[in-house]
């Protein structure tokens, strides 16, 4: 089983920064890829950012230029460093990971979510 633990999120004003953590766990073959959904109240939950096994990333419009995804996979542990950030981005923020549990058998986890909230 894995297990997806998410932290950093909380209340900071507009134009603040936050750094959040997800720190993956268990038993598997390797980490495929990791990134960030968000989804706000009433809202669809969308992209934020995302890192794949070959280093590359790719940011919704939204974010780009202020937030930054980055790996630690010695650590199995992906961060979203996020800066200027802005009351839009409010919003429960979702960890995943795409892990092969075993070569070939590729599954994708979930965090709990993290929640950020961004005062105007």
């Known amino acids: 089983q894995v297990q997806l633990v998410e932290s950093g999120g909380g209340l900071v004003q507009a134009g603040g920064s936050l750094r959040l953590s997800c720190a993956a766990s268990g038993r598997f073959f390797s980490i495929k890829g990791m990134g960030w959904y968000r989804q706000a109240p009433a809202k669809q939950r969308e992209l934020v950012a995302a890192?794949?096994?070959?280093?590359?990333?790719n940011y919704a419009d939204s974010v780009k230029g202020r937030f930054t995804i980055s790996r630690d996979n010695a650590k199995n542990t992906v961060y979203l460093e996020m800066n200027s950030l802005k009351p839009e981005d409010t919003a429960v923020y979702y960890c995943?990971?795409?892990?092969?549990?075993?070569?070939?058998?590729?599954?994708?986890?979930w965090g709990q979510g993290t929640q950020v909230t961004v005062s105007s």
């Open positions: 890192s794949g096994s070959g280093g590359m990333s």
């Open positions: 995943y990971a795409i892990v092969a549990i075993q070569r070939g058998n590729d599954n994708l986890y």
